[in-house]
């Protein structure tokens, strides 16, 4: 705008509709500028959601499986009393699984990230009412009480969650062979839990080829608006190049936008199965 002043003041002669043409290509110029940052801020926004009547856990889950993750942090000088005691606890519940109806999936040690920390996930069939009768079984087992209070020796702290599954979500298949896992655990804003389903349920199409999806969740109790994705990669290397591959297809950066302003929180465990966790 000011070239254009300075240009009038310098040649009088200047036509009036010269200027009108180049100050209309200025705004417009201007206008598309905008124009381009609104369509890239309008990627970052959160997309509105109707709001609905059916719970959210309905609307993005669709068995009525319960699963259980523990997390155990460890005292590092007792760190195989521990695996020893949990393993021993793993077979008890196992000896009685068609009545419990309660299955080990997979145990971990984290290797990158909280160390001297296990994970521990469990699945329940039965669902919460099918946990009430096993826990109240459970409590009367004096072999596994005497296992738990042993274990409490062994532990500085614990953390438990009861979570639902994603209903995209490939199902869980148990691996062989050597794999590292990874844990990525995300903390959502509160009330945006169905937007994240809506943007992974097309993200996951991208992460199928592989097979490095093991699986999906979201918290039902405990911390509430945690999500769980957990990865299975031949090692550091294969993820390095998994990861990266997805970048190259058209869609995932998008998917990867929307689901960004989501976040509050989010922090990634590398995993190694312990000897024991019924996938490897």
Known sequence: MASLRNCLAAN???????????????????????????????????????????????????????????????????????????????????????????????????????????????????????????????STDNDYLKLEAERGKFLRSRHLQYLLSFSYWPQIETREGKNIYEIRSYSLKPGTMIEWGNNWARAINYRRSNQEAFAGFFSQVGRLYN???????????????????????????????????LIREMHSRILRPTHFSTTQ
């Open 227 to 261: 999500v769980h994705h957990i990865w299975c990669y031949k090692d550091l290397h294969s993820r390095k190049e998994i990861r990266e591959s997805a970048w190259r297809l058209p869609g995932w950066d998008e998917c990867v936008a929307y689901t960004v302003p």
């Open 12 to 138: 009088p002669m200047f036509s009036r509709l010269k200027y009108c043409s180049l100050l209309k290509r200025s705004l417009n110029s201007s206008s598309n500028r905008k124009d381009n940052r609104e369509g890239w801020f309008s990627k970052l926004t959160v997309r509105r959601i109707e709001p609905t009547k059916e719970p959210h856990s309905r609307m993005l889950s669709d068995k009525d499986v319960i699963y259980e993750l523990q997390t155990h942090n460890m005292r590092p000088d007792a760190r195989m009393d521990y695996l020893s005691n949990y393993e021993k606890t793993v077979k008890l519940i196992e000896s009685r699984k068609d009545e419990l109806h309660s299955e080990l999936v997979g145990s971990w040690t984290v290797e990158v990230g909280d160390l001297d920390q296990t994970l521990h996930l469990w699945r329940h069939t039965g669902g919460f009412s099918g946990m009430d009768v096993a826990k109240q079984k459970l």
